[in-house]
C-alpha cells in the first residue's frame, strides 16, 4: 500500500529552477534510501540523485552535480528535488523512488534496488 506522489514539475527556460516534491504514505519512510530518477522519451531511465535513510549522505548523477539538490523531511514524510540552472537535456519525467532495503548504504544509483515508484512528473526545459 506504499506510495508515491510526485508534483512539481512544469515548462521552463533554460537557466531556470524548479522544485519537485514527492509524498510518501502507507509504509515506513524514514528508515529507507530515497532517489529520484528520470526518463526522457525513447531513452532509458536514469539515476538523478539519492538521499540516505538517515539524510546524512546524498549521492548524484555528473551530469546534475553542482546543479541540484535532494533533500527529506522525515516527519512530513516528504523528499524534495530542487534542480536550478536547467538545461534543455533535463527534460524527462522525474520519478521518486523508495528503497527495498532500510538501512542500506551502497548502490544507491541502482534501479533495481528501489522497490517502489511514484508515477512521475514531468520537466519540459526549452530553449
Known amino acids: 500500500q506504499v506510495q508515491l506522489v510526485e508534483s512539481g514539475g512544469g515548462l521552463v527556460q533554460a537557466g531556470g529552477s524548479l522544485r519537485l516534491s514527492c509524498a510518501a504514505s502507507g509504509g515506513p519512510f524514514s528508515s529507507h534510501a530515497m532517489a529520484w530518477f528520470r526518463q526522457a522519451p525513447g531513452k532509458e531511465r536514469e539515476f538523478v540523485a539519492a538521499i540516505g535513510w538517515n539524510g546524512g549522505n546524498t549521492y548524484y548523477a555528473d551530469s546534475v552535480k553542482g546543479r541540484f539538490t535532494i533533500s527529506r523531511d522525515n516527519a512530513k514524510a516528504m523528499v524534495y528535488l530542487q534542480m536550478s540552472s536547467l538545461k534543455p537535456e533535463d527534460t524527462a519525467v522525474y520519478y521518486c523512488?523508495?528503497?527495498?532495503?532500510?538501512?542500506?548504504?551502497?548502490?544507491?544509483?541502482?534501479?533495481?534496488?528501489?522497490?517502489?515508484w511514484g508515477q512521475g512528473t514531468q520537466v519540459t526545459v526549452s530553449s
Open positions: 523512488a523508495k528503497r527495498r532495503r532500510p538501512y542500506r548504504n551502497v548502490d544507491y544509483d541502482r534501479e533495481e534496488e528501489y522497490d517502489y
